[in-house]
């Protein structure tokens, strides 16, 4: 037992002890559990690390070549490139002007390469997310009682905060690419799954009435009726999932990702108040476009949903 | 294209809604009252003891107020929703006992419907709605085309193939819902208050469309409506329900010349009932020759006008061949108006 201040100060007897200092668990069981799952799970990684390592080699390949990508291509490529994704998702000049000018800028300051490796993590993050994290939205929805279990693991996945699981990543798999990139899907697939199943959930009961009337199975009115008209919702949820990898991809330079995260960070350690808020705006800009884009592209989906012209 | 031959049987069709409604059943057939179960036990009587016999190929109107049961009844038809008590048999098959695929293969080939809210997909255009049922049934494209296309032609939209539904009218996508509903080739129609939702000379319009239609398709036709006029218009055959049960039942001559109970009455007290009763509902035996004709099918409104043109009291009722078989005076016209 360790001595209590309070005991000290409340010297009048230790009747009163139990009301002012909660019951606690005793502490050498305390340590001794946690001594044991830490050693476990340190057991665990010493003996599995390296298959664990081997599994995800495969990503790590695919990892390094989408950075390879889009660091090493002609920069000339990229903005191009970025100018007509954006010209595609919003037809509008504005938006293409806008998107390239913010790309101009992160050049000019030259932050072009820990830019595009930021970018291609986000991108790559986000498309696994999207793949793992629409059909686990339907799958909430369906199974109602999954659903509902699901739910709670969503809470505790956006409430833990990211430093936490970052721990037993980093104990299984080291620190580098493939651990910041678990660490990123896990930070940002909870939207995407909880808006396709609200999106879903959201569809007209009298367009539901209709695909039975005519007598669609369960299949057919979920690809010909829910999900077209649940687009718009899983849009939303698509472009909460890019703006929380983004952010994930910062906090993620603590366990070795590099890229835009890695400089602030080192403009933390070292007080580098410039460079810190260079990146920060490198980080601020690849937001926007990001965001304007996909949102450009969602609205633009939708425009046949407008009120009727009646 | 041949008149339809499916007829619809409802027979002691009874629905509660609540918690457990079987356990309820019992009570409410032996005479329990809407109120009774609704206080006692907190279960609501949504239809109560329904017995209808919709002959095929005609026009049946199910008509009511808000809250008559008059949308939960057809939905039983095509069991988009589960009765509690009773059967329903079309064409001789009991709808309540057909298997999960059996119920979506009577849905995609024996009944089509159309929504008070249309219900169109906004992701689609005109065609594409037009075409949903025949794909969901898994007809080959081109085909499912050319049909949607001769239907879209049919309701008066050519032109309109390739808009989304947004773009049109609320009368015109009430059309596109009547398209689609057509271009399944059912024998069976339901009609969910389909024109509630449609400005008055619009409705007027499509009432036109299908019974112009109906001539020529003869298909069983169930069509919900809490407009009395719009009963009274297409209804070869009206039910009226009120609180989950039905009043009367019968063609338009009777609910307007022999009206069950003042509930009735009320409904038809501002109804232009020269507008709906035929010559033939107040014949009388004819005793001149050397009067002016009606046909037996005309509307009084009509014949008045040809009393009051003709300058005569009196007019002989002749049927379809020609034959005199009554008369018909302007006293007893005016008397039933």
Same mark, same amino acid.
């Given at each position: 037992?360790?001595?209590?201040?309070?005991?000290?100060?409340?010297?009048?007897?230790?009747?009163?002890?139990?009301?002012?200092?909660?019951?606690?668990?005793?502490?050498?069981?305390?340590?001794?559990?946690?001594?044991?799952?830490?050693?476990?799970?340190?057991?665990?990684?010493?003996?599995?690390?390296?298959?664990?390592?081997?599994?995800?080699?495969?990503?790590?390949?695919?990892?390094?070549?989408?950075?390879?990508?889009?660091?090493?291509?002609?920069?000339?490529?990229?903005?191009?490139?970025?100018?007509?994704?954006?010209?595609?998702?919003?037809?509008?000049?504005?938006?293409?002007?806008?998107?390239?000018?913010?790309?101009?800028?992160?050049?000019?300051?030259?932050?072009?390469?820990?830019?595009?490796?930021?970018?291609?993590?986000?991108?790559?993050?986000?498309?696994?997310?999207?793949?793992?994290?629409?059909?686990?939205?339907?799958?909430?929805?369906?199974?109602?009682?999954?659903?509902?279990?699901?739910?709670?693991?969503?809470?505790?996945?956006?409430?833990?905060?990211?430093? @936490?699981?970052?721990?037993?990543?980093?104990?299984?798999?080291?620190? +580098?690419?493939?651990? &910041? /990139?678990?660490? *990123?899907? $896990?930070?940002?697939?909870?939207?995407?799954?909880?808006?396709?199943?609200?999106?879903?959930?959201?569809?007209?009961?009298?367009?539901?009435?209709?695909?039975?009337?005519?007598?669609?199975?369960?299949?057919?009115?979920?690809?010909?009726?829910?999900?077209?008209?649940?687009?718009?919702?899983?849009?939303?949820?698509?472009?909460?999932?890019?703006?929380?990898?983004?952010?994930?991809?910062?906090?993620?330079?603590?366990?070795?990702?590099?890229?835009?995260?890695?400089? @602030?960070?080192?403009?933390?350690?070292?007080?580098?108040?410039?460079? +810190?808020?260079?990146? &920060? /705006?490198?980080? *601020?800009? $690849?937001?926007?476009?990001?965001?304007?884009?996909?949102?450009?592209?969602?609205?633009?989906?939708?425009?046949?949903?407008?009120?009727?012209?009646? | 294209?041949?008149?339809?031959?499916?007829?619809?049987?409802?027979?002691?069709?009874?629905?509660?809604?609540?918690?457990?409604?079987?356990?309820?059943?019992?009570?409410?057939?032996?005479?329990?009252?809407?109120?009774?179960?609704?206080?006692?036990?907190?279960?609501?009587?949504?239809?109560?003891?329904?017995?209808?016999?919709?002959?095929?190929?005609?026009?049946?109107?199910?008509?009511?107020?808000?809250?008559?049961?008059?949308?939960?009844?057809?939905?039983?038809?095509?069991?988009?929703?589960?009765?509690?008590?009773?059967?329903?048999?079309?064409?001789?098959?009991?709808?309540?006992?057909?298997?999960?695929?059996?119920?979506?293969?009577?849905?995609?080939?024996?009944?089509?419907?159309?929504?008070?809210?249309?219900?169109?997909?906004?992701?689609?255009?005109?065609?594409?709605?037009?075409?949903?049922?025949?794909?969901?049934?898994?007809?080959?494209?081109?085909?499912?085309?050319?049909?949607?296309?001769?239907?879209?032609?049919?309701?008066?939209?050519?032109?309109?193939?390739?808009?989304?539904?947004?773009?049109?009218?609320?009368?015109?996508?009430?059309?596109?819902?009547?398209?689609?509903?057509?271009?399944?080739?059912?024998?069976?129609?339901?009609?969910?208050?389909?024109?509630?939702?449609?400005?008055?000379?619009?409705?007027?319009?499509?009432?036109?469309?299908?019974?112009?239609?109906?001539?020529?398709?003869?298909?069983?036709?169930?069509?919900?409506?809490?407009?009395?006029?719009?009963?009274?218009?297409?209804?070869?055959?009206?039910?009226?329900?009120?609180?989950?049960?039905?009043?009367?039942?019968?063609?338009?001559?009777?609910?307007?010349?022999?009206?069950?109970?003042?509930?009735?009455?009320?409904?038809?007290?501002?109804?232009?009932?020269?507008?709906?009763?035929?010559?033939?509902?107040?014949?009388?035996?004819?005793?001149?020759?050397?009067?002016?004709?009606?046909?037996?099918?005309?509307?009084?409104?009509?014949?008045?006008?040809?009393?009051?043109?003709?300058?005569?009291?009196?007019?002989?009722?002749?049927?379809?061949?020609?034959?005199?078989?009554?008369?018909?005076?302007?006293?007893?016209?005016?008397?039933?108006?």
């Amino acid at each position: 037992m360790f001595p209590d201040p309070l005991e000290h100060a409340a010297n009048a007897g230790e009747r009163m002890d139990w009301l002012l200092k909660f019951p606690q668990l005793d502490p050498d069981w305390l340590l001794t559990a946690k001594r044991a799952i830490d050693g476990s799970l340190k057991a665990l990684t010493r003996s599995y690390g390296q298959s664990i390592e081997d599994f995800f080699y495969p990503l790590l390949q695919v990892l390094i070549f989408f950075e390879n990508v889009m660091a090493n291509a002609p920069w000339p490529l990229i903005v191009i490139a970025a100018g007509a994704l954006a010209w595609f998702a919003s037809r509008r000049w504005a938006e293409v002007a806008g998107v390239v000018a913010t790309l101009a800028v992160i050049g000019l300051l030259g932050l072009w390469v820990d830019s595009m490796k930021t970018i291609s993590l986000v991108l790559s993050a986000t498309i696994f997310s999207v793949a793992i994290g629409i059909p686990l939205g339907i799958v909430m929805n369906r199974y109602r009682r999954l659903g509902a279990g699901m739910k709670g693991a969503l809470d505790v996945m956006q409430t833990m905060p990211p430093f @936490v699981y970052l721990i037993p990543v980093v104990m299984l798999l080291g620190i +580098g690419r493939v651990p &910041g /990139f678990i660490a *990123v899907v $896990i930070y940002a697939v909870p939207p995407i799954i909880r808006l396709t199943d609200l999106g879903i959930r959201l569809v007209d009961k009298e367009m539901l009435e209709a695909a039975d009337a005519f007598g669609c199975s369960p299949s057919q009115k979920l690809w010909k009726v829910q999900m077209p008209l649940a687009i718009p919702t899983v849009m939303a949820g698509i472009n909460q999932t890019i703006m929380m990898a983004l952010g994930m991809v910062v906090i993620a330079s603590m366990i070795g990702v590099q890229g835009l995260g890695l400089n @602030v960070l080192q403009a933390i350690a070292n007080q580098y108040f410039t460079q +810190g808020i260079f990146n &920060g /705006f490198a980080i *601020v800009g $690849i937001a926007i476009i990001f965001d304007r884009i996909s949102q450009a592209y969602g609205r633009r989906l939708q425009k046949h949903r407008g009120a009727s012209h009646d | 294209m041949t008149k339809s031959q499916t007829s619809i049987e409802i027979r002691n069709l009874y629905k509660i809604f609540g918690a457990h409604p079987e356990a309820h059943v019992e009570a409410v057939r032996r005479g329990m009252s809407k109120e009774e179960l609704g206080a006692r036990h907190s279960h609501i009587l949504g239809l109560n003891d329904i017995n209808i016999s919709m002959p095929a190929g005609k026009i049946q109107v199910i008509m009511g107020l808000s809250g008559s049961g008059k949308s939960t009844l057809i939905r039983h038809i095509n069991r988009l929703i589960e009765p509690t008590w009773g059967e329903i048999v079309i064409g001789g098959q009991n709808v309540l006992e057909m298997s999960e695929t059996e119920l979506r293969d009577f849905r995609r080939t024996g009944t089509a419907m159309v929504f008070q809210k249309f219900a169109l997909l906004p992701h689609r255009t005109v065609i594409d709605n037009v075409t949903f049922g025949l794909e969901v049934r898994g007809v080959d494209a081109a085909a499912a085309r050319a049909t949607g296309l001769r239907w879209i032609e049919r309701v008066g939209l050519k032109g309109f193939e390739n808009r989304y539904p947004n773009e049109l009218s609320g009368g015109m996508q009430q059309r596109v819902g009547l398209a689609r509903a057509l271009s399944n080739d059912t024998s069976i129609l339901l009609m969910d208050e389909a024109y509630s939702a449609l400005d008055p000379l619009i409705r007027t319009d499509m009432q036109t469309m299908l019974l112009d239609l109906q001539k020529e398709l003869g298909k069983t036709i169930v069509f919900i409506t809490h407009d009395l006029d719009e009963a009274l218009r297409l209804g070869d055959q009206i039910v009226i329900l009120r609180d989950g049960s039905i009043v009367q039942q019968g063609n338009s001559q009777d609910i307007l010349l022999n009206p069950a109970d003042d509930y009735i009455q009320r409904f038809i007290k501002d109804v232009n009932r020269g507008r709906y009763i035929r010559v033939a509902s107040v014949i009388e035996p004819a005793s001149e020759s050397a009067l002016p004709q009606v046909p037996a099918e005309m509307m009084l409104e009509d014949a008045v006008k040809v009393l009051s043109d003709a300058a005569a009291s009196a007019a002989n009722v002749i049927d379809a061949a020609g034959r005199i078989i009554g008369a018909v005076t302007l006293r007893t016209i005016m008397s039933v108006l």
